[in-house]
């Protein structure tokens, strides 16, 4: 097994974070969104949120592997996550930046996470960076097409 350093073990917590923050943001559009593009926004945002548990739970069952508990409250979730909280957004097409916003958070701290499991010899988490980066590509290139323009580029 391999042995992960204390920060790749805190922005583990960090990606925990981000995925419930993504996950709440979700919800919130999936309610809110209206207009010509309801029924396909209101479906894609729901499929979203239900993709977004999943991460979460694969974060925090991979911190629990490494011995590590995963509680949070709101108000640490709003404090760690690099996923940003405000939601503001009132049309359809400022929902659909706002997620790929959250997608570059995302894919930027898993990569991240990638780079350091891989230098630690960490293949599970390692694998785990990599399967969640492919869902957030995938999902940033229906997102970008949502809005009718070329994939913005995953940083």
């Given at each position: 097994m391999?042995?992960?350093?204390?920060?790749?073990?805190?922005?583990?917590?960090?990606?925990?974070?981000?995925?419930?923050?993504?996950?709440?943001k979700?919800?919130?559009?999936?309610?809110?969104v209206?207009?010509?593009?309801?029924?396909?926004?209101?479906?894609?945002?729901k499929?979203?949120?239900?993709?977004?548990?999943?991460?979460?739970?694969?974060?925090s069952?991979?911190?629990?592997?490494?011995?590590?508990?995963v509680?949070?409250?709101?108000?640490?979730?709003?404090?760690?996550?690099?996923?940003?909280?405000?939601?503001?957004?009132?049309?359809?097409?400022?929902?659909?930046?706002?997620?790929?916003?959250?997608?570059?958070a995302?894919?930027?701290?898993?990569?991240?996470?990638?780079?350091?499991?891989?230098?630690?010899?960490?293949?599970?988490?390692?694998?785990?960076?990599?399967?969640?980066?492919?869902?957030?590509?995938?999902?940033?290139?229906?997102?970008?097409?949502?809005?009718?323009?070329?994939?913005?580029?995953?940083?």
């Amino acid at each position: 097994m391999a042995i992960i350093n204390e920060g790749t073990i805190a922005k583990l917590r960090r990606l925990a974070a981000s995925w419930q923050v993504f996950n709440i943001k979700m919800h919130q559009y999936h309610y809110n969104v209206v207009g010509e593009t309801f029924d396909e926004l209101h479906k894609l945002f729901k499929e979203l949120y239900e993709e977004a548990d999943a991460h979460y739970d694969a974060v925090s069952e991979r911190m629990r592997q490494i011995g590590e508990r995963v509680v949070f409250s709101c108000a640490e979730l709003a404090e760690q996550s690099a996923v940003n909280d405000e939601n503001n957004a009132n049309t359809p097409q400022e929902m659909l930046r706002g997620t790929i916003d959250a997608f570059a958070a995302l894919s930027s701290l898993q990569t991240e996470i990638w780079f350091e499991s891989d230098d630690q010899k960490d293949i599970v988490t390692n694998d785990l960076m990599v399967q969640l980066n492919k869902a957030v590509e995938f999902k940033n290139w229906m997102v970008s097409a949502q809005l009718g323009r070329e994939v913005e580029p995953v940083k």
